[in-house]
C-alpha cells in the first residue's frame, strides 16, 4: 500500500577546473589585447657628426632662441612670452624661413616640468597648424588624412628644426 519513495540523488556537475579555465582565459585575452598607450613628444638625438662633416653656420637672425627661467617664464629672444605667442612666433618664423630657421630651447633646471611641456605644446602646435594648412591647400584634406607620402612630403616642406641645451645651475649652457 504505502509505496516507498526512491530518493535520487541529483548529479552535481563538476567545477573544480572553471577557476582555471577562467584564469587562462583571461591571461589569453590580456596578452593578446593591444593596450592604448600615449606617445610622447617625438624626439631624436642627432647622429654624432662624420670627421669630414663641417659644421653649418646658421644666420643670427634665423635663430629663435626659447628659454625657461628658473621662475617658470618663457622668453623668446629675451621678451617674455606666454605659450600662444610663443606659437604665433614660430609660425612667422616657420613661415617665412622654412628650411634655414632652427628654435633653440634651453631650461633652467628650476624651471617646472608643466612650463616646459607648456612651451614644447606651443612650439609643435605650431609646427602642426603650419602643416595643416599646407595639407589643406596641396592635399585638399586634413594633414591627419595624409598617407604616408604625403606626409614625408609635408614634413619636408615644414621640418622641425629644434635644438634642445641643457642650462647648467645659474650660467649658460
Not at 631624436?44 to 629663435?64: F, G, T
Request: charged fraction near 25%; hydrophobic fraction near 35%; include cysteine.
Amino acid at each position: 500500500m504505502f509505496r516507498k519513495r526512491d530518493h535520487r540523488q541529483i548529479p552535481e556537475l563538476n567545477t573544480t577546473s572553471t577557476a582555471d579555465i577562467s584564469f587562462m582565459l583571461l591571461i589569453f585575452f590580456l596578452v593578446t589585447s593591444s593596450m592604448d598607450t600615449e606617445k610622447g613628444l617625438l624626439r631624436q638625438m642627432a647622429p654624432p657628426p662624420l670627421e669630414q662633416e663641417q659644421p653649418m653656420d646658421i644666420q643670427k637672425d634665423l635663430v629663435m632662441r626659447v628659454t625657461i627661467d628658473a621662475d617658470n617664464q618663457i622668453h623668446c629672444d629675451d621678451a617674455i612670452v606666454t605659450p600662444q605667442q610663443l606659437s604665433e612666433r614660430v609660425v612667422s618664423l616657420a613661415s617665412v624661413n622654412r628650411e634655414q630657421h632652427v628654435i633653440s630651447i634651453e631650461a633652467d633646471p628650476a624651471s617646472t616640468y608643466e612650463t616646459y611641456f607648456r612651451m614644447q605644446d606651443a612650439i609643435v602646435g605650431a609646427y602642426h597648424a603650419l602643416r595643416q594648412q599646407y595639407a589643406l591647400k596641396h592635399y585638399g584634406h586634413d594633414y591627419a588624412h595624409c598617407n604616408s607620402e604625403e606626409r614625408a612630403a609635408v614634413n619636408e616642406y615644414y621640418p622641425q628644426r629644434i635644438s634642445e641645451s641643457l642650462v647648467e645651475e645659474g650660467g649658460r649652457p
